[in-house]
């Protein structure tokens, strides 16, 4: 079992920066490849970014790429969402997600843990 816990949601102006935080306990951390998702009021979730375990690849959302950027620290069982530029549109409940295999990184149901979810909201 993997417990995730997200931090650093909140209210910036269009334009700012955030960074989320994403900590996990349980099972050996650096085993599992981690994503992040968001779920706009009204619309489904979807796929933002997600790394494989050591961090060494990363993938993005085409929506986010070149905002946002993903990283761990597998001594530190964090990952790390840094987002710049945002835009009214990122305003979200992001989850952190994470999975036992490298292979379906942008697909929810291939996900076994999941955070609470923290809010970002982006004032226009």
């Known amino acids: 079992q993997v417990q995730l816990v997200e931090s650093g949601g909140g209210l910036v102006q269009a334009g700012g920066s955030l960074r989320l935080s994403c900590a996990a306990s349980g099972r050996t951390f650096s085993n599992y490849p981690m994503g992040w998702f968001r779920q706009a009021p009204g619309k489904e979730r979807e796929f933002v970014t997600a790394i494989d375990w050591n961090g060494r690849t990363t993938y993005y959302a085409d929506s986010v790429k070149g905002r946002f950027t993903l990283s761990r620290d597998n001594g530190k069982n964090t990952v790390f969402l840094q987002m710049n530029s945002l835009k009214f549109e990122d305003t979200a409940v992001y989850y952190c997600?994470?999975?036992?295999?490298?292979?379906?990184?942008?697909?929810?149901?291939?996900?076994?843990?999941w955070g609470q979810g923290t809010q970002v909201t982006v004032s226009s």
């Open positions: 997600a994470a999975r036992r295999h490298n292979a379906g990184y942008a697909e929810e149901k291939t996900y076994d843990y």
